[in-house]
């Protein structure tokens, strides 16, 4: 389920709940307190990847605290 899972504060990627870095950015700033979920597939087509700076596909937050 999706709110099992830590997010990072720096890219807000979705991350596995036992990561104690981000898999994609190697951030340690992870948290659960986040809300709302997208799914970028092609971040080079997609608005809402260019307006959270997204390059890379994969599960995002759209907004963490």
């Known amino acids: 389920m999706a709110q ?3 997010v990072c504060r ?3 990627r979705v991350n596995e709940p036992n990561n104690a870095t981000c898999e994609s950015c190697g951030s340690s700033s992870l948290t659960e307190d986040w809300a709302g979920y997208v ?3 092609h971040p080079e087509k ?3 990847a260019t307006e959270m700076e997204v390059t890379e596909p994969g599960k995002y937050a759209l907004k963490v605290r």
């Open 46 to 48: 997609s608005d809402i």
């Open 4 to 6: 099992d899972r830590i």
């Open 39 to 41: 799914i970028i597939a």
């Open 10 to 12: 720096e890219c807000h």
